[in-house]
């Protein structure tokens, strides 16, 4: 079946970096359009950046120039790097692949100030 395991979140203090992983496995992992999206209680979940088959990337406008999305397809993985963390940027970071969508299970990212 699909997987979608995202790793690499916790604590960190504002201005510092994280890096998320995500592994993917059950889909054809280079033809997906992968994502990472966040989400925060009461709020709806928001695209942070997403990468395309060939490697394009965009970013949502308040993290474009800090975080840098990436993936490798000889590992299935897709990587969201975190540069210059803020405390709005605290927040449930989920993995995405489309289409069909596939949803990790989440992590938790808390930038404390």
């Known amino acids: 079946q699909v997987q979608l395991v995202e790793s690499g979140g916790g604590l960190v203090q504002a201005g510092g970096s994280l890096t998320l992983s995500c592994a993917a496995s059950?889909?054809?992992?280079?033809?997906?359009?992968m994502g990472w999206y966040r989400q925060t209680p009461g709020k709806q979940r928001e695209l942070v950046a997403r990468?395309?088959?060939?490697?394009?990337?965009t970013y949502s406008d308040s993290v474009k120039g800090r975080f840098t999305i990436s993936r490798d397809n000889a590992k299935n993985t897709v990587y969201l790097q975190m540069n210059s963390l803020k405390p709005e940027d605290t927040a449930v970071y989920y993995c995405?692949?489309?289409?069909?969508?596939?949803w990790g299970q989440g992590t938790q990212v808390t930038v404390s100030s």
């Open positions: 995405k692949a489309a289409s069909p969508d596939f």
């Open positions: 059950g889909i054809i992992f280079r033809i997906m359009i």
């Open positions: 990468i395309s088959t060939a490697g394009t990337p």
